[in-house]
């Protein structure tokens, strides 16, 4: 079946360092899956954060980019400058056939002043 | 507006007893899914509706059963709890296959 891996956590860094999450995937169900990175702040549900449906692009959103690469398999999540608000749980996820959804394990992301 | 709600957002449940989760949502979104997360392991898909009909996975198909009386709503409904359905149960809705999935905030059941 499809699964996800990814940088497992915690990950701690300090405010305006930089940050790179890993993911890699495999798809069984579907040939080239879409690609996402959801979040989830704390007290809140989970939120699309970006997403990329094509091999080769790259999404981003609130300065985090994430770029689809079909050789090594991977969709790796990066900030060039971090910030406290930035503390959250990051899950990569795909979605294969049917639009169902692996996630990883999540990644929980702390960010120091 | 993109809201999916869940309710009610913490349940308590005994062992034997039936539970049933609610998850609307007012996009007029033709699918939606159900997902179980326990501490430190992934979110995983549970069944979902495209339109009227039901899909379940196959390893939690006796497990979990789910009704969908109109566009707005699904249940998720557990015919007898087990300690190892202590879980949070999120809901998601899309407007098609392929399209984004919006979560709700979630129901975080415990059984005793």
């Known amino acids: 079946g499809d699964s996800v891996t990814q940088t497992e956590g915690p990950v701690t860094v300090s405010e305006s360092e930089s940050l790179i999450i890993n993911c890699t995937y495999s798809a069984t169900s579907i040939a080239y899956p879409n690609l996402f990175w959801y979040v989830r702040y704390p007290g809140e549900g989970l939120q699309l954060l970006l997403k990329?449906?094509?091999?080769?692009q790259k999404g981003s959103s609130r300065g985090f980019e994430a770029t689809y690469n079909k050789e090594t398999t991977s969709f790796h999540l990066q900030k060039a400058s971090v910030q406290e608000s930035d503390s959250a749980v990051y899950y990569c996820a795909l979605a294969g056939s049917f639009n169902k959804l692996t996630f990883g394990a999540g990644t929980r992301l702390a960010v120091c002043p | 507006d993109t809201t999916v709600k869940q309710n009610p957002r913490y349940k308590l449940a005994r062992v034997g007893k039936p539970v049933n989760l609610i998850c609307s949502q007012t996009m007029n979104h033709d699918t939606m899914y159900w997902y179980q997360k326990k501490p430190n392991q992934a979110p995983k898909l549970l069944l979902f509706?495209?339109?009227?009909?039901?899909?379940r996975e196959a390893d939690t198909f006796e497990k979990f059963q789910s009704s969908r009386p109109n566009n707005s709503f699904c249940s998720l409904y557990i015919g007898s709890a087990g300690l190892e359905y202590s879980a949070m149960y999120l809901c998601?809705?899309?407007?098609?296959?392929?399209?984004?999935?919006?979560f709700g905030p979630g129901t975080r059941l415990t059984v005793l």
């Open positions: 998601a809705s899309s407007r098609g296959l392929g399209y984004e999935q919006y």
């Open positions: 990329v449906i094509t091999a080769g």
């Open positions: 509706y495209y339109d009227k009909i039901l899909n």
